[in-house]
């Protein structure tokens, strides 16, 4: 693969960062003169051997407005505190407030800049409102990250309606409705942008539950989760 120079065709940053990552799936070491030639300064690994890329020569974030769902704790706290410490103005949205006002104050202690929002993306009510108030503060949003999410530890044979359709409403629905409201403003204002959805790895990695001991012939089979039911009288 050929790269000239990225700054003689003014690649973006999101697209060198793909190119790069391209190479990290196709080669165990990216070449050295490829990340030269698209401005980056590799660095040689404590064993001499292999190239050490940093968050900063990846990408630059600078002055663009960022949205985290579910951006108070876990993977999304970890998101945005990322984006932050690499120049994003980042809005953590989130249904607790103590766990969004803990993520501010680690965040403003790195040196970022951030605000906190309450938002359930179960509430159509709330999602036009919290893309105001970020355009408001940091101004329209860039970058969308779809983190909120939750889970359920019941039983295929066991879960109620009730759950399966909390589970839709955040995951599946919260997420494409938030999507759109942010796909809308990106239109309406003539520019581009990204929208990041988290999933999981659990669709590929199929959970069989086991029981020990006696299983009584009227109980439910365990196993009837996410896999085949395994049932210990076979």
């Given at each position: 693969i050929y790269a000239p120079p990225c700054q003689s065709i003014s690649v973006k940053n999101h697209v060198k960062q793909q190119l790069v990552h391209l190479f990290y799936q196709s080669s165990s070491v990216p070449p050295v003169a490829f990340l030269e030639a698209c401005g980056y300064t590799p660095r040689r690994g404590r064993?001499?051997?292999?190239?050490?890329?940093?968050?900063?020569?990846?990408?630059?974030?600078?002055?663009?407005?960022?949205?985290?769902?579910?951006?108070?704790?876990?993977?999304?706290f970890a998101i945005a505190r990322v984006l932050a410490v690499n120049g994003a103005k980042v809005a953590l949205a989130g249904k607790d407030k103590a766990t969004l006002d803990a993520a501010l104050e680690a965040i403003a202690?790195?040196?970022?800049?951030?605000?906190?929002?309450?938002?359930?993306?179960?509430?159509?009510?709330?999602?036009?409102?919290?893309f105001d108030r970020v355009e408001a503060e940091f101004g329209p949003v860039g970058v969308l990250v779809n983190n909120a999410g939750i889970a359920h530890r019941d039983k295929a044979v066991r879960i109620s309606r009730e759950t399966?359709?909390?589970?839709?409403?955040?995951?599946?629905?919260?997420?494409?409705?938030?999507?759109?409201?942010?796909?809308?403003?990106?239109?309406?204002?003539?520019?581009?942008?990204?929208?990041?959805n988290i999933s999981s790895v659990m669709p590929d990695l199929p959970v069989r539950q086991y029981v020990q001991g006696r299983h009584q012939p009227d109980d439910p089979l365990p196993g009837a989760g996410m896999g085949k039911a395994q049932d210990p009288r076979q």
């Open positions: 064993n001499g051997k292999g190239i050490k890329v940093g968050a900063a020569e990846l990408f630059d974030v600078s002055g663009v407005t960022a949205l985290v769902t579910g951006g108070g704790s876990g993977l999304g202690g790195l040196g970022g800049q951030a605000m906190a929002i309450p938002l359930d993306v179960r509430q159509d009510d709330m999602i036009a409102p919290c399966l359709r909390d589970v839709m409403a955040v995951n599946v629905e919260g997420a494409v409705m938030m999507a759109q409201e942010a796909a809308r403003r990106m239109i309406r204002d003539g520019r581009g942008g990204s929208v990041i």
